[in-house]
């Protein structure tokens, strides 16, 4: 009972109660996920986590209408040092995680992160601070955790389902919304039964469903309504360009000293695996290309 291949996966699809002030959003994860795995090999409770991560980022970004980008971050005191997954508003997404030491596979959160906490930033292009909450990883999902976030900054109710795979990472997302015409009273009664719905889906549906028929199968008595979907894929920002500029942040000196203990200067980039190699020749043309652009912007200035 899959219908994997009859989907379009990699795919966001929103949603609304035409009865009920509520909001929705389904996400799967099938190709940006595998090009996270094929990057690095993850012990199990770790991919677990981070695939999870991986779909509540872009349920999370579909939320916010920036252009910029939102991270998650796991601050952790337990075996799994780092673990960040980011979703931009060009609708690319890239994910890793650092850890110490050997982890069972069926470690929970608590013992991955320890007394860890969840890091939401957003990054406004232009804007000077990048907006960040931050909430504990008390409960013992990466889901509860975010659930707490909504309604402790955001004064606004929602339950997130969130599930990964060796194939897949996949999530849904509801939010209650103000309740317009209608009574507090029916509002709740629409959220109390709308949430209780959604609760019955399990892990298997969210890896294996598409939206259409996830969602008739949850809410076949509601009146809900598709809206527009949104395409994901993976993709890293890191560039030798880039990693060219960290370097003439050394000063020429300190690089080329670098280089007299080693045949080169190797950068690895942590979301993508990609290795840049800079030698002697390579970064004396780095500091002789970084002092020609210097002059010619003096020249324009
Ligand atoms: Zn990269």
Known sequence: MSDTNSFQSDNLQRFIFDNAPIRGEWVHLQ???????????????????????????ALLAATVKIEGRLVLQIKSTGPVTLMMVECTSDDTLRAFAQ????????????????????????EVEGAKQPYQGVVSLEGDSIANALETYFQQSEQLTTKIWLASNDNAAAG????????????????????????QLAATVTSNELLELGAGTLLHRLFHEEECRLLTTTELSFACSCSRERVAETITLLGEQDALDLLEEKECIEV??????????????????????????????????
């Open 31 to 57: 190709d940006s996920w595998q090009q996270i795995l094929i990057r690095r090999e993850y012990p199990v409770a770790i991919q677990k986590i981070l695939g999870e991560m991986m779909a509540a980022a």
């Open 172 to 195: 849904l997302f509801l939010q209650q919304l103000p309740s317009g015409d209608q009574t507090k009273e029916e509002g709740e009664e629409h959220w109390s039964r709308m949430s």
């Open 99 to 122: 850890w110490d030491g050997e982890l069972a596979d069926d470690a929970t959160l608590a013992e991955v992160a320890g007394e860890g906490s969840l890091a939401i930033t957003i």
């Open 268 to 301: 690895a980039c942590e979301f993508c695996n990609e290795h840049y190699r800079f030698d002697t020749i390579d970064v004396k043309r780095i500091f002789s290309e970084a002092i020609s652009t210097e002059e010619a912007s003096s020249t324009l200035h």
